[in-house]
């Protein structure tokens, strides 16, 4: 069997953490007591997700799942910085819509080549204790550690871009109709569900007229099924690649049993995935017309579509009969080569969503004490070492001044709870964080 068409899949990424600041001092002769000259730690690298235009797969993401940008060096003394982490680029194919896996939230719809969005945000860099000494405080200790790089877990999708899209029960001809009026070459066998994976061709009208310089992308897609709005047989798989579609092709077999049965299936099915597939541009083929029978039950398949307002283009791919129709209406319903040359919709996007707890912050009750959540504080407790007493005094007195001490009291924290802050555990001593 054919290797599966890979269009979705799940990945954790994790931008690299700050580099620590240092905490040192200039040791010189004659210099019996230096000040401070901690360097600063290096930004870790953040990772992105970059739209390359010769992909067509998310193919590079079937083995490996967990990616990792590098972590900034360290802070040294004599001010002396840490390098930067390289940034992580992830590249997607065009089409390619990210979603945050746990919240389910849309993220980024990415189409445009060279497209980027951020998807995980390097830690910041620790300062050094050069930047804590003061007229009353000539020798601090306290620097910084690096800010964690952020950790996203993400679902990519990729929704094919194609100008037209065949669709249609398995078996109704669609790969013979894409090899027919492109220079692609499906694989072609008479039983049901010969195409698991969508082909892609490209739709030379200039070969038709000279004077039409427009090419289109044609893609057949996998044949659909009853039920697979629901997820039956190749299901969401296969509807979501039909959003993409400037033009949709609708095959229907005139030598199956019933082809009005064949033709309310599929227009159901996408009805029930997405309304707006339905008001989609849409071209009925009537394929296998060299079928005996095949001009009896046209006749009557024709002018139920006419009452729908929709038109029907009888042809047999295989014959090659009413190719030059075909390819009329194809030319009639795209756009013209200024709109064809951008993407389709939606446009792409990237999704920027206001955090309330990005300055500020919550405090919630949690099943084992309290949990102070919010982008600035959280930083606040990953910088800090607590194994040194200037930084953690610090720190107590940053959260009082925040307010955080005293939104934990009217919360009814008590001496002995235990208090979140990130990945921090602190335990309440009952006394005044000042």
């Known amino acids: 069997m054919a290797?599966?068409?890979?269009?979705?899949?799940?990945?954790?990424?994790?931008?690299?953490?700050?580099g620590d600041g240092a905490s040192s001092f200039r040791r010189e002769a004659h210099v019996p007591r230096g000040g401070p000259d901690g360097g600063d730690g290096g930004r870790g690298g953040s990772a992105n997700l970059v739209v390359d235009a010769g992909l067509t797969t998310l193919g590079d993401y079937r083995f490996k799942h967990h990616f990792r940008a590098t972590s900034g060096g360290h802070g040294e003394g004599s001010k002396r910085h840490g390098k930067a982490g390289r940034d992580l680029e992830l590249p997607?194919?065009?089409?390619?819509?990210?979603?945050?896996?746990?919240?389910?939230?849309?993220?980024?719809?990415?189409?445009?080549?060279s497209q980027a969005v951020m998807i995980a945000r390097?830690?910041?860099?620790?300062?050094?204790?050069?930047?804590?000494?003061?007229?009353?405080?000539?020798?601090?200790?306290?620097?910084?550690k690096g800010e964690p790089g952020q950790e996203r877990h993400i679902r990519?999708?990729?929704?094919?871009?194609?100008?037209?899209?065949?669709?249609?029960?398995p078996n109704a001809g669609k790969s013979t109709i894409l090899g027919a009026v492109t220079a692609a070459d499906p694989r072609v066998a008479d039983y049901p569900f010969t195409t698991l994976t969508p082909n892609l061709g490209v739709l030379d009208l200039e070969a038709r007229d000279a004077t039409d310089h427009r090419r289109a992308t044609i893609a057949d897609?996998?044949?659909?099924?009853?039920?697979?709005?629901?997820?039956?047989?190749?299901?969401?798989?296969?509807?979501?690649?039909v959003q993409r579609t400037r033009v949709m092709a609708?095959?229907?077999?005139?030598?199956?049993?019933?082809?009005?049965?064949?033709?309310?299936?599929?227009?159901?099915?996408?009805?029930?995935?997405?309304?707006?597939?339905?008001?989609k541009a849409t071209l009925i083929v009537a394929?296998?017309?060299?079928?005996?029978?095949?001009?009896?039950?046209?006749?009557?398949?024709?002018?139920?579509?006419?009452?729908?307002?929709?038109?029907?283009?009888?042809?047999?791919a295989r014959d090659g009969l009413g190719m030059g129709d075909l390819l009329a209406a194809f030319a009639e319903l795209l756009p013209d080569a200024a709109t064809l040359a951008q993407p389709g919709e939606p446009a792409g996007v990237v999704v920027h969503r206001f955090d309330a707890?990005?300055?500020?912050?919550?405090?919630?009750?949690?099943?084992?004490?309290?949990?102070?959540?919010?982008?600035?504080?959280?930083?606040?407790?990953?910088?800090?070492?607590?194994?040194?007493?200037?930084?953690?005094e610090r720190f107590q007195r940053d959260l009082a001044r925040m307010g955080v001490e005293k939104e934990l009291i009217k919360a009814g924290v008590a001496a002995g709870d235990t208090v979140h802050i990130g990945s921090i555990e602190l335990e309440w001593d009952g006394q005044p964080w000042i």
Request: proline content about 4%.
């Open 250 to 279: 609708h095959v229907v077999d005139l030598a199956a049993r019933d082809p009005e049965w064949d033709y309310q299936v599929i227009r159901d099915e996408l009805g029930q995935h997405d309304p707006a597939l339905l008001e």
């Open 122 to 144: 390097g830690g910041r860099g620790g300062l050094g204790n050069v930047h804590f000494a003061s007229s009353t405080h000539r020798v601090p200790t306290h620097a910084q």
């Open 3 to 18: 290797e599966m068409f890979l269009d979705h899949v799940l990945l954790t990424v994790t931008a690299g953490d700050g």
């Open 357 to 392: 707890t990005e300055s500020g912050f919550a405090v919630e009750r949690a099943t084992d004490g309290y949990r102070v959540r919010g982008r600035r504080v959280e930083r606040l407790a990953a910088q800090t070492n607590f194994e040194n007493e200037e930084s953690a």
């Open 287 to 316: 394929n296998k017309l060299d079928v005996p029978g095949a001009e009896a039950r046209l006749v009557a398949f024709r002018k139920a579509r006419r009452a729908e307002g929709l038109d029907v283009v009888a042809i047999s």
């Open 221 to 241: 897609l996998p044949g659909l099924i009853e039920g697979a709005s629901s997820g039956a047989g190749l299901g969401h798989a296969f509807l979501r690649h």
């Open 92 to 113: 997607v194919p065009p089409g390619t819509v990210v979603f945050d896996s746990g919240t389910g939230d849309l993220i980024a719809d990415l189409v445009v080549k």
């Open 156 to 169: 990519l999708e990729l929704r094919l871009i194609a100008d037209i899209g065949l669709v249609g029960l």
